[in-house]
């Protein structure tokens, strides 16, 4: 198969291509898109059979993609680079001496929807007439790609024994992701992540009378759903191995985050042309979410077309807000597509009399406790004991009993600072001896007769002993301590009080 890319129109598009692809991507602070991703089903209304399937990516060469999807009959796809990009070419072999190429999809059968049919695990697979595809960029070359065109791979009926690209393209919706930032005049906002889908300008009308042309339309419906994890690219899929519905992609009513929209190709914009090549799905994330998972399913317009420039006409009201009766045809394309994503902030919470700043001041708590930050950003915290309290340690993303932490602000961080009350513990004698206390206070050893009291957080196991002087006994204590062993063992939840009585 002998082609360069002039042989066939490329649509250029300002897109990012989503096909599989990871890419770190900063958008507004605090809110990043750390990988992009998707695969896709594609069913083949070519009307006749199709022996593969190829994507042309202008801007990409071969070193910049990773392991593509490979579980369907095509396997391993061919990469065959060019001038200015490269085709991935998922193909059959030429049985030379059948005469036959072996790996086929058959054409759909119109009116028999195939969703969940095209995946190797599926007993219908091989009559089902659609096939699953994806490709897997490198996430440093996404900002390459310029334009992505889809297309059958049919036998050149010219050349026997040769594959050529069907010269109509497949509509796979391929959304661009970006986060967008919170008003000027709400800055806490949460910030809005955008999936945006834009379909390639139709290709331009003939000479020497050109009128604005659209090119076909096709009705999308969109369901989202949010995972508290990353979702990686072998997982999109619409059904399980045992033919159970995935539930990590969106696909029942209940996820229907838009119910329809008619999407065409669109002459550019001159004020007079209705435009349908753009649309885009956007919310804020919930908390704790780390990827956004969406499912795009695109069906054929069968409705009423302007014969002079090919604009849609839907009926009733002509707002083509949902199909009506006669313009809804076979499902096409079913994308299923991902955003994963971190949201770096720093969250703080304390327990007990006391606070934490960050170095900046975004930070105060207890009156604010969180924050969000660009990605990477370095805060040193400090935790300051309140009257009466000290701080005792760190949990969470800190960890230690020094008051000052720093911590990498690289996705959703927590952390918790412990402050306990400080209560005084004294001790006291009868007679001559010496009564001694392990641990030590906070502020001075309890060594009585001479250091008789010392302050101690909370919680604190104390023990004392009775220790008397040479030719004396110990007789006993009193105060929270009893009995007549000369070690007595007490946990501090008060101010407390110890007298250890020694004979004359």
Sequence with gaps: MNRTGSS????????????????????????????????????????????????????????D???????????????????????????????????????????????????????QWNPSYLTAGCDHFGIHLNYTAVSKATAVTYRWLLEDSA???????????????????????????????????????????????????PVPQYGDAAWMKVYKTELNREIELSELVSTNPD????????????????????????????????????????????????????????????????????????????????????????????QMAAANIAVPSLSVSTSGNGSVVSNEKSINCGKTCSS?????????????AGSGSIFTGWQGACQGTSPTCNVTVNDQITTSATFVSLFSVSAATSNSGTVTATPNGIDRTINCGKDCSAKFAQGTV????????????????SGDCAGTGNVCVVTVNKSMSVKASFSR
């Design 8 to 63: 066939h129109l490329i649509r250029k598009v300002n897109l990012l291509f989503a096909v599989g692809f990871l890419t770190p991507s900063l958008a507004a602070a605090g809110n990043y898109i750390v990988g992009s991703l998707g695969n896709f089903d594609a069913a083949n209304f070519e009307g006749q059979d199709a022996h593969g399937f190829e994507v042309q990516l202008e801007g990409i060469q071969p070193g």
């Design 462 to 477: 104390v023990t004392f002993t009775a220790i008397p002087p040479a030719g004396k006994q110990f007789l006993g204590w």
């Design 372 to 384: 969000s930050y660009e990605i990477g950003t370095v805060i040193t915290l400090n935790a300051s």
């Design 159 to 209: 050349n026997p024994g040769q594959l050529i690209g069907s010269a109509n393209t497949v509509t796979v919706p391929t959304p661009n992701y970006y986060f967008q930032p919170p008003p000027l005049d709400q800055p806490t906002a949460p910030p809005v992540l955008v999936a945006e889908v834009q379909l390639p300008p139709p290709p331009p009308p003939p000479e020497p009378e």
């Design 243 to 334: 033919g159970t519905p995935n539930t990590l992609v969106p696909q029942d009513a209940a996820q229907v985050e838009t119910d329809w929209v008619l999407m065409q190709p669109s002459p550019p914009p001159d004020g007079k042309h209705r435009q349908r090549g753009k649309y885009a799905n956007q919310g804020s994330p919930h908390s704790g979410s780390r990827a956004v998972v969406r499912r795009y399913e695109t069906y054929a317009y069968t409705g009423n077309y302007d014969p002079l420039t090919h604009e849609a006409v839907c009926g009733g009201d002509g707002s083509c807000n949902a199909p009506l009766d006669g313009e809804l045809g076979d499902l096409l394309v079913a």
């Design 65 to 119: 993609m990773t392991q593509p999807w490979t579980g369907n009959k095509y396997g391993q796809p061919v990469v065959e680079p060019y001038a200015t990009g490269s085709y991935v070419r998922y193909q059959s072999p030429y049985d030379t001496q059948s005469h036959q190429f072996p790996a086929t999809t058959i054409a759909k059968t119109p009116g028999i929807n195939f969703s969940g049919t095209c995946y």
